[in-house]
């Protein structure tokens, strides 16, 4: 069974602070996703990330997926109140059984006070 | 293009009842994942069709089963309700439900309480 371990759980901070969320198994994953969800929503897809050690950037966030395969970093700079949300990191298996399947870490919740 | 929708968006049923969820993908999408998300566990896979046919499935007791049309909208039944039934019930859709570069868009969800 593969999961992800997603830290920290909780995260409350100032407008302007940097954050990192981690995200880490030991199981080898095919593409690593994070998505960002608000209240009464569905996730939504930020980034995929596909290959050892990519690096991707998307305005004030940068995503980086590791070596190996096994683990995934999402680093906002400058926070914003907009920024507020539930982040989740999903993994896509790298085997035949993985159709349709993404495993979820648990979750950041994140909240940025102005 | 339009987004994934799920009807109902909210539901209240007493224990016992059985329940109805549906899902209509992105036009073109063939693959379908549910998936439960409850404030302990996280967002769980449940299971995942492909023209019309159950490819994979999670851990889930056979009470959750679901089915794919052939325009490929899906539908979740869950029978015999349990409290802890009570989730927030999530279906995706993506064009092939594998690869890299195929991308999972979540509907809005389904709100189930279960009293």
């Known amino acids: 069974t593969q999961l992800l371990e997603q830290s920290p759980q909780f995260l409350s901070i100032q407008e302007g602070e940097n954050l990192t969320v981690y995200c880490n198994s030991s199981s080898v994953f095919s593409s690593l996703q994070w998505y960002r969800q608000e209240p009464g929503e569905g996730p939504v897809l930020l980034v995929t990330v596909v290959t050892g050690g990519e690096v991707k950037k998307l305005k004030r966030l940068t995503f980086q997926f590791g070596d190996a395969r096994k683990d995934s970093s999402l680093h906002i700079t400058a926070a914003q109140p907009g920024d507020t949300g539930l982040y989740l990191c999903?993994?896509?298996?790298?085997?035949?059984?993985?159709?349709?399947?993404?495993?979820f870490g648990q979750g950041t919740i994140l909240t940025v006070h102005p | 293009k339009a987004g994934v929708t799920q009807t109902p968006r909210y539901l209240i049923k007493t224990r016992g009842q059985q329940v109805t969820l549906s899902c209509s993908p992105i036009s073109g999408h063939r693959s379908v994942s549910w998936y439960q998300q409850t404030p302990g566990q996280g967002l769980q896979f449940l299971f995942e069709y492909f023209s019309e046919t159950q490819r994979n499935k999670g851990n889930f007791p056979g009470r959750f089963s679901g089915r794919q049309f052939s325009n490929s909208r899906s539908e979740m039944n869950v029978s015999t309700l349990e409290l802890g039934d009570s989730a927030l019930y999530l279906c995706?859709?993506?064009?092939w439900g594998h690869g890299s570069t195929d991308t999972q868009y979540f509907g809005p969800g389904t709100r189930l309480t279960v009293l």
């Open positions: 995706a859709s993506s064009l």
């Open positions: 999903a993994g896509e298996g790298d085997g035949g059984t993985s159709y349709g399947k993404l495993t």
